[in-house]
């Protein structure tokens, strides 16, 4: 199975993107990824499969939301308040089981990511 991430795009610092990624798998976590430049791929957020437990990357806690939306099999990392530092590409994943958490290890589905860039 090919998960496949939209929404990426060039925004200005402080604006917002909100990213897609479909097919979700309704029975597991979903998570979010994202890999800079030079740097290695690193956990931003996932959801639970009951859509009730989210986690997030410090950095990003009060500015991103991530939901998931199981009718459509669609996950979705809102964005707002975006930095810089938030340039990455971003790849969602499928975990291992339905309550997935940080490591990049308990995900075994991957997107080809979508590219954000944010300007200064």
């Known amino acids: 199975v090919q998960l496949q991430a939209f929404g990426g795009g060039l925004v200005q610092a402080g604006g917002s993107l909100r990213l897609s990624c479909a097919p979700s798998f309704t029975t597991r976590a979903m998570g979010w990824f994202r890999q800079a430049p030079g740097k290695e791929r690193e956990f931003v957020a996932t959801i639970n499969w009951r859509n009730i437990i989210t986690l997030y990357k410090d950095s990003v806690k009060g500015r991103f939301t991530i939901s998931r939306d199981n009718a459509r099999n669609t996950v979705y990392l809102q964005m707002n308040s975006l930095k810089p530092e938030d340039t990455a590409i971003y790849f969602c994943?499928?975990?291992?089981?339905?309550?997935?958490?940080?490591?990049?290890?308990?995900?075994?589905?991957w997107g080809q990511g979508t590219l954000v860039t944010v300007s200064s």
């Open positions: 994943a499928a975990g291992r089981s339905g309550d997935s958490g940080r490591s990049r290890y308990e995900y075994n589905y």
